[in-house]
Nanobody
Framework: QLQASGGGLVQAGGSLRLSCAAS????????MGWFRQAPGKERAFVAA????????YYADSVKGRFTISRDNAKNTVYLQMASLRPEDTAVYYC??????????????????WGQGTQVTVSS
């Protein structure tokens, strides 16, 4: 029901925009989040956006470089990534949660997950 896309190979300092399109149900009333998982590491929170789009939350490691946004009319959430670093290399997942608060940094509160898209940043 969530399809992430837009990943690829980019040089350090470059940009990518990830998209997460929902199908089968509307997620306009859900918090949408992005997580990432690097090889050998646990899945980590990246960013989240409230259903209304007027509130966002970012991991410190991406603050100022990544921007999460959503278009509820298109049932799609985006992650604009700029100033990419080799340490941003990971599989990126989008997810949906009914909750909004500080708990949105935790993967366990998300009930719906996309399949992931690979982002590789070369140095």
């Amino acid at each position: 029901q969530l399809q992430a896309s837009g990943g690829g190979l980019v040089q350090a300092g470059g940009s990518l925009r990830l998209s997460c399109a929902a199908s089968g149900r509307t997620f306009s009333s859900y918090t949408m989040g992005w997580f990432r998982q690097a090889p050998g590491k646990e899945r980590a929170f990246v960013a989240a956006i409230k259903w209304s789009g007027d509130n966002t939350y970012y991991a410190d490691s991406v603050k100022g470089r990544f921007t999460i946004s959503r278009d509820n009319a298109k049932n799609t959430v985006y992650l604009q990534m700029a100033s990419l670093r080799p340490e941003d290399t990971a599989v990126y997942y989008c997810a949906a949660s009914r909750l909004w608060s500080s708990v949105v940094v935790g993967a366990s509160v998300y009930g719906y997950w996309g399949q992931g898209t690979q982002v590789t940043v070369s140095s």
